[in-house]
Protein backbone atom coordinates (compact mmCIF):
# COMPACT_ATOMS: atom_id res chain seq x y z
CA UNK A 1 0.00 0.00 0.00
CA UNK A 2 1.01 3.47 -1.14
CA UNK A 3 1.51 5.57 2.11
CA UNK A 4 3.38 8.85 3.36
CA UNK A 5 6.50 8.51 5.99
CA UNK A 6 4.59 9.73 9.12
CA UNK A 7 7.46 10.98 11.74
CA UNK A 8 6.41 12.17 15.36
CA UNK A 9 5.51 14.84 16.64
CA UNK A 10 7.38 17.60 17.07
CA UNK A 11 10.54 15.68 15.82
CA UNK A 12 10.68 13.13 18.72
CA UNK A 13 12.49 10.29 18.11
CA UNK A 14 11.31 8.44 20.78
CA UNK A 15 9.20 5.41 21.51
CA UNK A 16 5.39 5.40 20.87
CA UNK A 17 2.49 3.39 22.63
CA UNK A 18 -0.28 3.18 20.70
CA UNK A 19 -3.87 2.77 22.61
CA UNK A 20 -6.05 0.34 20.60
CA UNK A 21 -9.61 -0.13 21.02
CA UNK A 22 -9.92 -3.47 18.84
CA UNK A 23 -8.41 -4.70 15.83
CA UNK A 24 -10.30 -3.03 12.57
CA UNK A 25 -9.75 0.17 14.45
CA UNK A 26 -5.77 -0.36 15.09
CA UNK A 27 -5.01 -2.40 11.36
CA UNK A 28 -4.23 0.76 9.41
CA UNK A 29 -2.44 2.68 12.50
CA UNK A 30 -0.39 -0.58 13.01
CA UNK A 31 0.46 -1.29 9.04
CA UNK A 32 1.09 2.72 8.90
CA UNK A 33 3.30 3.28 11.43
CA UNK A 34 4.80 -0.10 11.23
CA UNK A 35 5.88 1.17 7.31
CA UNK A 36 7.82 4.19 8.90
CA UNK A 37 9.61 2.54 10.69
CA UNK A 38 8.51 3.87 13.94
CA UNK A 39 9.15 1.72 17.40
CA UNK A 40 6.06 0.98 19.21
CA UNK A 41 3.84 -1.19 21.03
CA UNK A 42 0.15 -1.89 21.18
CA UNK A 43 -1.41 -0.93 24.71
CA UNK A 44 -5.40 -2.61 25.36
CA UNK A 45 -6.83 -1.06 28.18
CA UNK A 46 -10.49 -1.38 26.94
CA UNK A 47 -12.63 -1.53 30.68
CA UNK A 48 -15.52 0.15 28.80
CA UNK A 49 -16.20 -3.18 26.27
CA UNK A 50 -19.30 -5.19 27.98
CA UNK A 51 -19.67 -7.85 28.04
CA UNK A 52 -16.58 -10.13 29.02
CA UNK A 53 -17.90 -12.32 26.37
CA UNK A 54 -16.95 -9.67 23.95
CA UNK A 55 -14.34 -7.87 25.56
CA UNK A 56 -12.78 -11.13 24.85
CA UNK A 57 -13.23 -11.09 21.13
CA UNK A 58 -12.10 -7.58 20.06
CA UNK A 59 -8.73 -8.52 22.47
CA UNK A 60 -8.38 -11.70 20.38
CA UNK A 61 -8.09 -10.39 17.53
CA UNK A 62 -6.20 -7.55 18.19
CA UNK A 63 -3.57 -9.75 19.76
CA UNK A 64 -4.14 -12.27 16.94
CA UNK A 65 -2.60 -9.06 14.45
CA UNK A 66 -0.07 -7.94 16.76
CA UNK A 67 1.88 -11.13 17.18
CA UNK A 68 1.31 -12.16 13.14
CA UNK A 69 3.29 -9.06 12.88
CA UNK A 70 5.37 -8.84 15.72
CA UNK A 71 4.36 -5.93 17.69
CA UNK A 72 4.68 -6.05 21.27
CA UNK A 73 1.18 -6.30 23.20
CA UNK A 74 0.34 -4.72 26.03
CA UNK A 75 -2.52 -6.38 28.18
CA UNK A 76 -3.94 -4.28 30.61
CA UNK A 77 -6.18 -4.68 33.25
CA UNK A 78 -10.07 -5.13 33.02
CA UNK A 79 -11.30 -2.66 35.59
CA UNK A 80 -15.06 -2.53 34.56
CA UNK A 81 -15.62 -1.66 38.26
CA UNK A 82 -14.03 1.42 38.15
CA UNK A 83 -15.48 2.40 34.61
CA UNK A 84 -18.67 1.86 35.66
CA UNK A 85 -18.07 3.74 38.81
CA UNK A 86 -16.98 6.53 36.87
CA UNK A 87 -20.05 6.31 34.66
CA UNK A 88 -22.34 6.53 37.39
CA UNK A 89 -25.16 9.16 36.85
CA UNK A 90 -24.53 8.91 32.60
CA UNK A 91 -26.01 5.47 32.17
CA UNK A 92 -28.52 7.63 29.55
CA UNK A 93 -25.93 10.33 27.75
CA UNK A 94 -25.77 9.97 24.32
CA UNK A 95 -23.27 8.64 22.29
CA UNK A 96 -20.51 11.43 21.57
CA UNK A 97 -21.77 12.89 25.07
CA UNK A 98 -20.51 13.88 28.67
CA UNK A 99 -20.30 9.50 28.94
CA UNK A 100 -17.84 9.24 26.23
CA UNK A 101 -15.67 12.17 27.51
CA UNK A 102 -15.41 10.13 30.79
CA UNK A 103 -14.87 6.88 28.88
CA UNK A 104 -11.62 8.66 26.77
CA UNK A 105 -10.46 10.07 29.85
CA UNK A 106 -10.45 7.28 31.90
CA UNK A 107 -8.60 4.75 28.86
CA UNK A 108 -5.97 7.64 28.23
CA UNK A 109 -4.92 8.45 32.06
CA UNK A 110 -3.91 4.80 31.85
CA UNK A 111 -1.79 4.84 29.24
CA UNK A 112 -0.24 8.22 29.50
CA UNK A 113 0.73 6.67 33.08
CA UNK A 114 2.09 3.46 31.33
CA UNK A 115 3.90 5.47 28.51
CA UNK A 116 5.45 7.71 31.46
CA UNK A 117 6.50 4.02 33.66
CA UNK A 118 7.53 2.62 30.92
CA UNK A 119 10.08 4.69 28.78
CA UNK A 120 7.62 6.07 26.28
CA UNK A 121 7.44 9.92 25.38
CA UNK A 122 4.42 9.66 22.69
CA UNK A 123 1.18 8.32 22.52
CA UNK A 124 -1.79 8.14 20.25
CA UNK A 125 -4.85 5.83 19.79
CA UNK A 126 -6.74 4.24 17.06
CA UNK A 127 -10.37 5.66 18.49
CA UNK A 128 -9.90 8.80 16.12
CA UNK A 129 -10.17 7.01 12.72
CA UNK A 130 -13.68 5.90 12.98
CA UNK A 131 -16.30 8.40 11.79
CA UNK A 132 -18.64 7.81 14.02
CA UNK A 133 -16.82 9.27 16.73
CA UNK A 134 -16.14 13.07 17.22
CA UNK A 135 -12.41 13.42 16.77
CA UNK A 136 -11.92 16.62 18.37
CA UNK A 137 -13.64 15.16 21.53
CA UNK A 138 -11.01 12.29 21.48
CA UNK A 139 -7.84 14.82 20.91
CA UNK A 140 -8.87 16.85 23.78
CA UNK A 141 -8.87 13.96 25.97
CA UNK A 142 -5.96 12.23 24.85
CA UNK A 143 -3.96 16.06 25.01
CA UNK A 144 -5.27 16.25 28.68
CA UNK A 145 -3.93 12.87 29.82
CA UNK A 146 -0.72 13.14 28.37
CA UNK A 147 -0.71 16.23 29.79
CA UNK A 148 -0.80 15.19 33.58
CA UNK A 149 2.93 13.44 32.96
CA UNK A 150 5.90 15.33 32.38
CA UNK A 151 7.81 14.42 28.72
CA UNK A 152 4.42 12.44 27.75
CA UNK A 153 3.04 14.26 23.95
CA UNK A 154 -0.31 13.22 22.72
CA UNK A 155 0.05 12.51 19.01
CA UNK A 156 -3.38 13.67 16.91
CA UNK A 157 -2.98 12.59 13.90
CA UNK A 158 -5.73 12.60 11.16
CA UNK A 159 -5.38 8.54 10.95
CA UNK A 160 -8.88 9.02 8.33
CA UNK A 161 -7.25 11.07 6.05
CA UNK A 162 -5.17 10.11 2.63
CA UNK A 163 -7.55 7.26 2.64
CA UNK A 164 -6.86 5.78 5.84
CA UNK A 165 -10.86 5.12 5.99
CA UNK A 166 -10.54 3.26 3.12
CA UNK A 167 -7.67 1.26 3.87
CA UNK A 168 -9.17 0.40 7.54
CA UNK A 169 -11.80 -1.53 6.08
CA UNK A 170 -9.68 -3.24 3.46
CA UNK A 171 -7.69 -4.67 5.60
CA UNK A 172 -10.53 -5.50 8.06
CA UNK A 173 -11.70 -7.77 5.44
CA UNK A 174 -8.46 -8.86 3.99
CA UNK A 175 -8.18 -10.35 7.66
CA UNK A 176 -11.42 -11.19 8.58
CA UNK A 177 -11.53 -9.24 11.68
CA UNK A 178 -14.19 -9.43 14.06
CA UNK A 179 -16.41 -6.94 13.15
CA UNK A 180 -18.31 -5.48 16.55
CA UNK A 181 -21.34 -3.36 15.58
CA UNK A 182 -21.79 -1.41 18.51
CA UNK A 183 -19.62 0.81 20.46
CA UNK A 184 -18.77 -1.19 23.20
CA UNK A 185 -20.32 -0.26 26.58
CA UNK A 186 -23.95 -1.68 27.56
CA UNK A 187 -25.32 1.64 26.95
CA UNK A 188 -24.22 1.50 23.76
CA UNK A 189 -25.39 -1.90 23.12
CA UNK A 190 -28.35 -0.88 24.70
CA UNK A 191 -29.42 1.96 22.60
CA UNK A 192 -28.34 0.52 19.76
CA UNK A 193 -30.57 -2.34 19.92
CA UNK A 194 -33.26 -0.03 20.86
CA UNK A 195 -32.56 1.66 17.16
CA UNK A 196 -32.95 -1.33 15.54
CA UNK A 197 -36.47 -2.36 17.08
CA UNK A 198 -37.36 0.69 15.92
CA UNK A 199 -36.35 0.16 12.53
CA UNK A 200 -38.25 -3.58 12.66
CA UNK A 201 -34.64 -5.01 12.92
CA UNK A 202 -32.92 -8.07 14.64
CA UNK A 203 -30.89 -7.25 17.74
CA UNK A 204 -27.05 -8.07 17.58
CA UNK A 205 -26.17 -11.12 18.45
CA UNK A 206 -22.28 -11.43 19.78
CA UNK A 207 -19.52 -13.12 17.96
CA UNK A 208 -21.43 -13.64 14.55
CA UNK A 209 -20.21 -10.73 12.46
CA UNK A 210 -16.80 -11.16 10.53
CA UNK A 211 -15.61 -8.47 8.05
CA UNK A 212 -15.14 -10.23 4.26
CA UNK A 213 -17.51 -12.77 5.26
CA UNK A 214 -20.53 -11.67 3.14
CA UNK A 215 -20.07 -8.53 0.71
CA UNK A 216 -23.07 -6.65 2.47
CA UNK A 217 -23.46 -3.46 3.74
CA UNK A 218 -21.15 -2.87 6.78
CA UNK A 219 -23.24 -1.74 9.91
CA UNK A 220 -21.79 0.11 11.71
CA UNK A 221 -20.54 0.99 15.44
CA UNK A 222 -22.92 3.57 16.25
CA UNK A 223 -25.27 3.32 12.94
CA UNK A 224 -27.93 5.79 14.92
CA UNK A 225 -25.54 8.62 14.60
CA UNK A 226 -23.92 10.40 11.84
CA UNK A 227 -20.90 9.89 10.54
CA UNK A 228 -18.60 12.57 11.36
CA UNK A 229 -15.87 13.81 8.77
S1 LIG B 1 -20.52 4.69 23.81
FE1 LIG B 1 -18.40 3.99 23.48
S2 LIG B 1 -17.07 5.74 23.98
FE2 LIG B 1 -19.12 6.15 24.80
S3 LIG B 1 -19.04 5.43 26.92
FE3 LIG B 1 -19.83 3.72 25.72
S4 LIG B 1 -18.02 2.52 25.13
FE4 LIG B 1 -17.28 4.52 25.85
Not at 132 to 161: E, F, H, V
Amino acid sequence: MNRPKLELPGGNDGRLLLHSCCAPCSGELMEAISASGIDYSIFFYNPNIHPEKEYLLRKEENIRFAEKNNIPFIDADYDTDNWFARAKGMEWAPERGERCTMCFDMRFERTALYAFEHGFSVMTSSLGISRWKNMQQINDCGKRSAALYPGITYWDYNWRKGGGSARMIEISKREQFYQQEYCGCIYSLRDTNRHRKSQGRDIIRLGVQYYGAAETALPSPAENLPAQE
